[in-house]
T-cell receptor, first 117, second 113 residues
Framework: AQKITQTQPGMFVQEKEAVTLDCTYD???????LFWYKQPSSGEMIFLIY??????QNATEGRYSLNFQKARKSANLVISASQLGDSAMYFC??????????????FGQGTRLTINP | EAGVAQSPRYKIIEKRQSVAFWCNPI?????LYWYQQILGQGPKLLIQ????????DSQLPKDRFSAERLKGVDSTLKIQPAKLEDSAVYLC???????????FGPGTRLTVL
């Protein structure tokens, strides 16, 4: 079974600083996908960024980038120039293959990020 | 483009009562998911539909939970009877096809007293 580990329950960062949220994964599948989602206090899970296991370059989406180190099985999220609105829970997730060609997401425990003014 | 819609946003019931949640996915999305998120944890998949067929319901407590997606569009998740441990946020998500990015709705926060 696949597993996602987020070791930082909480992070506190000053506004405008960069922040790295850690995520390690465990899988024996050669093909997999890694996702990061943001969950503000309103409860909705907001998709941020995706990295495929065969992608040659690290994914980037605006202020978000994914530091993908395949040999170390880590997929850390980097947020540059943090803003007060970045305060939320952040979840790392891995796509797990099911039967019949279907797939599902397996989530980590999450990291609560607080941006201080 | 409209996102995933869910209702109600909040529900408070007493144990042993019944409750139902509704989800309307993004237009054109064939795959629909129901997740349960207990406070302090990541979401856990309960059931996955591909169009109107169930792809995976291995983690659905079938003695009390049921779900349907009769016309391959919107879906209903029911709990009957509810237990205290069912208190959680129930998230609905959809994707164009199975392996594509999943987009989530705002969730329904259920409190069982």
């Amino acid at each position: 079974a696949q597993k996602i580990t987020q070791t930082q329950p909480g992070m506190f960062v000053q506004e405008k600083e960069a922040v790295t949220l850690d995520c390690t994964y465990d899988t024996s599948d050669p093909s997999y996908g890694l996702f990061w989602y943001k969950q503000p206090s309103s409860g909705e899970m907001i998709f941020l960024i995706y990295q495929g296991s065969y992608d040659q370059q690290n994914a980037t989406e605006g202020r978000y980038s994914l530091n993908f180190q395949k040999a170390r099985k880590s997929a850390n999220l980097v947020i540059s120039a943090s803003q007060l609105g970045d305060s939320a829970m952040y979840f790392c997730a891995m796509r797990e293959d099911l039967i019949q060609g279907a797939q599902k997401l397996v989530f980590g425990q999450g990291t609560r990020l607080t941006i201080n003014p | 483009e409209a996102g995933v819609a869910q209702s109600p946003r909040y529900k408070i019931i007493e144990k042993r009562q019944s409750v139902a949640f509704w989800c309307n996915p993004i237009s054109g999305h064939a795959t629909l998911y129901w997740y349960q998120q207990i406070l302090g944890q990541g979401p856990k998949l309960l059931i996955q539909f591909q169009n109107n067929g169930v792809v995976d319901d291995s983690q659905l407590p079938k003695d009390r939970f049921s779900a349907e997606r009769l016309k391959g569009v919107d879906s209903t998740l029911k709990i009957q009877p509810a237990k205290l441990e069912d208190s959680a946020v129930y998230l609905c998500a959809s994707s164009l096809e199975g392996p594509d990015t999943q987009y989530f709705g705002p969730g329904t926060r259920l409190t069982v007293l």
